[in-house]
């Protein structure tokens, strides 16, 4: 049974940080690309973070370039998303995907909410 699941959500102030962790089962995490995604309330989900199946290349959206870095550990089947100094408009709930290169497959988290408020 295929699982992602995010953890590490919560409420922090602007300018705090906050760590993401997905962690994957039921698949062969070390050949997905992964991914980070967010969902603000009436907006489109939006990519956030890209990581390669190796985890040595990575992409943000300009929105989070400079404060957010994705990584990933293969031999635990994780993948992170660390976000510092965030801002009101980071609020969302992130999702964790995973994307298989090969088979054209992907698999989803639930969710996790973050909120930046004072």
């Known amino acids: 049974q295929v699982q992602l699941v995010e953890s590490g959500g919560g409420l922090v102030q602007p300018g705090g940080s906050l760590r993401l962790s997905c962690a994957a089962s039921g698949f062969t995490f070390s050949r997905y690309v992964m991914r980070w995604y967010r969902q603000a309330p009436g907006k489109e989900r939006e990519l956030v973070a890209f990581?390669?199946?190796?985890?040595?290349?990575?992409r943000y959206a300009d929105s989070v370039k400079g404060r957010f870095t994705i990584s990933r550990e293969n031999a635990k089947n994780t993948v992170f998303l660390q976000m510092n100094t965030l801002k009101p408009e980071d609020t969302a709930v992130y999702y964790c995907n995973a994307f298989g290169v090969l088979l054209k497959n992907e698999y989803w988290g639930q969710g996790t909410q973050v909120t930046v408020s004072s």
């Open positions: 990581i390669n199946s190796a985890g040595d290349s990575t």
